[in-house]
């Protein structure tokens, strides 16, 4: 997490008060200290450490729980056997009784996978280290963009999802006000939104989700404003290809192919500018022109002899500038 989204996070973090349910015997504690202030004032925060079987993903969680394996979390695998346990605790709230579950994940899906794969890959004496808090969903949310936004491993996709449901049920469909309690530009959040809205056959041409880029969606904006029917037809034929990959059929179509693809089925595949070549042949070099509007560009190698060079420039000239 850079600095600043790091500051934000602290920031969100500071009026919430820890939940100060008793814990039940035999968990473990931990303590330690987070800045409160820049007066140097600190508070002990107590941590759990629990089985993670005890946590459960919070449904708006903007991490896709089923997406995660062993390959993309190894590095954090790697990091809590090397570390000897988790370093970080994960952000939890207190459910009701009844839920199957004690608490429920606002920020740290990773790590609850790292540790349960950990467990069941004869590691068992590692615990899922947690910190409890009493947080209202818009708090939930923001605290889990902030901690996520700078990471790699959590697609733009997810995240624009994530903004799209959290505009309606937090904010009002308000923009505005989103951006703002986010501390991000409208702009920003807007391009987000964007790439949330795509049609369905576009999402699905994409390799996996994981790839589809806020970038993308701006280069797809305008081939959807001028020819969506044509484009989303194409979408369709690609994500035909896509799901036979998946299902272990062939290869997937790379995103720069989709790209090209989706442009070719907006605009049609554009002729190479035409050649002329002057004072050349099979054997001889030559000048080539290449005409694009009112500007004409020519090409000839740098060891073209003199003589030879003057011919094809002369007879160039007597085409394209004869009186």
């Known amino acids: 997490m850079s600095k600043r989204h790091d500051a934000i996070f602290n920031d969100v973090l500071k009026d919430i008060p820890e939940a100060a349910a ?16 820049e007066s140097g004032e600190r508070e002990e925060k107590l ?11 919070w449904s708006r969680h903007n991490r896709a729980y089923d997406l995660l394996t062993e390959d993309n979390c190894r ?3 790697d990091s809590i056997k090397a570390q000897g346990q988790q370093e970080f605790p994960a952000i939890v709230r207190r459910l009701p009784a009844g839920q199957g579950a004690e608490y429920e994940v606002v920020c740290g899906a990773r790590r609850h996978f790292a540790i ?14 947690i910190e409890v808090r009493d947080l209202s969903d ?8 902030i901690e996520n ?31 703002a309690r986010l501390e991000v530009s409208e702009a920003w959040l807007s391009r987000y939104l964007y790439l949330a809205r795509l049609p369905a056959p576009v999402v699905q041409a994409w390799p996996q989700i994981t790839d589809l880029k806020e970038l993308h969606a701006r280069s ?36 720069p192919k989709v790209l090209a693809r989706l442009k070719a089925a907006a605009y049609g595949v554009r002729p190479a500018p035409a050649r002329t070549l002057f004072g050349g042949g099979a054997k001889r070099a030559g000048v080539a022109m290449q005409r694009k509007g009112d500007k004409i560009r020519l090409e000839f190698s740098s060891n073209i002899p003199v003589a030879d060079l003057r ?11 004869a009186e």
């Open 22 to 37: 008793p814990e039940k015997s035999g968990t473990r504690f931990l303590k330690r200290s987070n800045a409160l202030s």
């Open 311 to 321: 011919k094809a420039l002369d007879a160039f000239i007597a085409q394209e500038f």
């Open 116 to 129: 349960t794969w950990l467990r069941a890959n004869n590691y068992p004496q590692f615990r899922y280290l």
């Open 149 to 179: 936004r700078d990471r790699a491993d959590l697609s733009d996709y997810e995240r624009a999802r994530d903004y799209q449901q959290a505009l309606e049920l937090y904010y009002g469909g308000k923009q505005k006000a989103m951006a």
């Open 220 to 255: 797809l904006r305008p081939l959807l404003n001028d020819a969506e029917d044509k484009v989303l037809a194409e979408a369709d034929a690609i994500a035909a290809g896509q799901a036979s990959a998946r299902s272990g059929q062939g290869d997937f179509i790379p995103v």
């Open 75 to 77: 590095d954090l695998i």
């Open 138 to 145: 818009e708090e939930a949310f923001r605290l889990a963009d």
């Open 47 to 57: 941590l759990r450490w629990v089985e993670p079987e005890r946590c459960a993903m």
